[in-house]
């Protein structure tokens, strides 16, 4: 069973759950696609680590060959390529690397190099396997990246407990694509609110099971809460506003691991999640 854990923006507790869900379960693995700033890796200290790194071919042009057709500025549709001066002019951020430029180049002025733009790191941290997506700093878009995580995510056993960038842009949209089950983590703040129902949007249109985690609750007014009831959304849970839950994640521990009554609550959780996934509350180990 796969488990996505996602929030509209950074700092909501997305990956406090996220760590500690995958940490309760029997045999899992925490997967983090949060790969402009992974830090998930931090909590589990794994160790036994490995790296491969991820590459992407990108199309060079030899000016000497090219005649200023325009084929291919034409034919890229992801705007990469741009005529300037009678010759085309690659835009790297932009290419999606499909080839198409160097397959149409009637001069064959075009071929291809592989890129690094980032690595996959996977380490073990007692009952958890570990894989971090790693973005080289500079490089727009971390699909390729996630998409990597995920083919190696897909070699491995155990309960899958994915932690997604924060937002609703394609990288999200990668990360959530083969998931059973989306976790939504929401602040009790109009702007948590406002976070809440851009994930919920994009977690509909993808028809994906979910529920929702309100965090930092406390005895105030949460518009996050209201919007759940007034939409019939599941609460899965309600993490209370605790000082020294923040303390335990600010120093980098995994609370699950510090205190049994935080291991009983996201047990809870993880049991609740499977169940509303429709698997067997007993399969920690499944996937
Ligand atoms: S298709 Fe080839 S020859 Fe035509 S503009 Fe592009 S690089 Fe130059
Ligand atoms: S490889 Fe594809 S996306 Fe990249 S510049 Fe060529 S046509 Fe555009």
Redesign the pocket.
Known sequence: MKIAVLSGKGGTGKTLVAVNLADVATNSVYTDCDVEEPNGHLFFKPTEISYQPVSMSI?TIDNNLCSGCRI?VD??R?N??AFIAGKPV?FEDL???????AMLCPKSAITEKQNTIGKVMTGNSQNVTIITGILNTGRASGVPVIREVMRCLNNKTGLAVIDCPPGSACVVMESIKDADYCVLVAEPTIFGLHNLQMVTELVQLFHKPFGVVLNKCTAEANPSESYCKNKKLTILARIPFDKELGEISSNGEIAVRCKPAWHEFFLKLLDIIIKEAGYEADTHNQR
């Open positions: 199309p291919c034919f890229c992801f990469a390529l690659l290419c999606h690397s499909c080839g198409g430029c």
